[in-house]
């Protein structure tokens, strides 16, 4: 069982919809919660961070992380054209930087 | 967030050849990561590599095919030595964020090998 598991998609929506992006790990250990964003060619961005549980806001972007069920969780509300792109969940544990990386999904929005 | 960036963007090598990556930081770091990136897949930790001291490699890579050099607090090599198809991938540089646990990431180097 890999210690992050993320469904790879991909994911087609129209413009405006609401994205729900979801990566479950096995570790109760893990403490710091990120999800990177990566496009064509690019190198993964840091999109969002979120330490232990709970939600954290950020414009159309919302991360959600439930430690009871091991579940992370991205939200993108209004979805754009310039969304489309592979989100990569990633976390850690014990405070080395050595992050943990989901398979990624891939988004396609719609125009 | 830091500006980080990586030479060769790309390259196309033949096997038994090795090729060296840089990665460069436009502030002091004190820890720089190299990744692999193979074809829709996630991102592995190659190794850590820390100004000052030898790099620590993680299961599975060894020192003698991926050597790594960190001679500052702004700058690494990645050397992908005696180059197999299998070597063919994405090469990541990274450093750590401002924030704990989290990371910075280049560009990338797109290897090919034939």
């Known amino acids: 069982q890999k210690e992050v598991e993320q469904d790879p998609g991909p994911l087609s929506v129209p413009e405006g919809a609401i994205v729900s992006l979801n990566c479950t790990y096995s570790n109760s250990a893990f403490q710091y919660f990120m999800w990177y964003r990566q496009y064509s060619r690019k190198g993964p961005e840091l999109l969002m961070y979120?330490?232990?549980?709970g939600n954290k806001e950020d414009g159309r972007f919302t991360a959600q992380v439930d430690k009871s069920s091991k579940y992370i969780s991205l939200f993108i509300r209004d979805s754009q054209p310039s969304d489309s792109a592979t989100y990569l969940c990633?976390?850690?544990?014990?405070?080395?930087?050595?992050?943990?990386f989901g398979s990624g999904t891939r988004l396609l929005v719609r125009p | 967030s830091a500006v980080i960036s990586q030479k060769p963007s790309r390259d196309i090598c033949q096997r038994g050849t090795s090729l060296t990556i840089q990665c460069q930081v436009d502030s002091q770091v004190t820890m720089m990561f190299w990744y692999r990136q193979q074809p829709g897949q996630s991102l592995t930790l190659i190794a850590t590599?820390?100004?000052?001291?030898?790099?620590?490699?993680e299961s599975g890579f060894v020192i003698d095919k991926f050597p790594i050099s960190r001679p500052n607090l702004t700058f690494s090599t990645l050397t992908v030595s005696n180059m197999s198809p299998e070597d063919s991938s994405i090469y990541l540089c990274?450093?750590?964020?401002?924030?704990?646990?989290?990371?910075?990431f280049g560009p990338g180097t797109r290897l090919l090998v034939l």
């Open positions: 979120t330490y232990s549980s």
């Open positions: 990274s450093v750590e964020g401002t924030v704990q646990e989290t990371q910075y």
């Open positions: 990633a976390t850690s544990g014990d405070s080395s930087y050595k992050l943990i």
């Open positions: 590599a820390n100004q000052g001291s030898e790099a620590t490699y």
